[in-house]
Nanobody, 127 residues
Framework: QVQLVESGGGLVQAGDSLRLSCAASGGRFSDYILTWFRQAPGKEREFVAAITRFGANTHYSDSVKGRFTVSRDNTEKTAHLQMNSLKPEDTAIYYC????????????????????WGQGTQVTVSD
């Protein structure tokens, strides 16, 4: 059982940066692919980024590629999502998630692939 807690969200202007953090407790953090999802009002939860168990490989949605960077520190049991050049369309609740089943990192996961979720952190980007 892994507990995930996100932090770092907030209200920023277009073009600004934010760094989200995901702190894990319980379980063995390195057992899990760490994935970030987001959900905007009235929309389905969507994949943002993922990082393999030991951080060797990452994958991003087309909408954030080149602007967002996912990382993890298994010793500290934390993960981060560095978000640069933010746009109003990035406004959403951001969730970190742990996937226990192996998969190629380039496959887009669905919500049903996730074993554990954080509670989410709100990111709002104004014009």
């Amino acid at each position: 059982q892994v507990q995930l807690v996100e932090s770092g969200g907030g209200l920023v202007q277009a073009g600004d940066s934010l760094r989200l953090s995901c702190a894990a407790s319980g379980g063995r953090f390195s057992d899990y692919i760490l994935t970030w999802f987001r959900q905007a009002p009235g929309k389905e939860r969507e994949f943002v980024a993922a990082i393999t168990r030991f951080g060797a490989n990452t994958h991003y949605s087309d909408s954030v590629k080149g602007r967002f960077t996912v990382s993890r520190d298994n010793t500290e049991k934390t993960a981060h999502l560095q978000m640069n050049s933010l746009k109003p369309e990035d406004t959403a609740i951001y969730y970190c998630a742990a996937e226990g089943r192996p998969r190629p990192i380039w496959i887009i996961p669905t919500v049903s692939d996730v074993d554990f979720w954080g509670q989410g952190t709100q990111v709002t980007v104004s014009d």
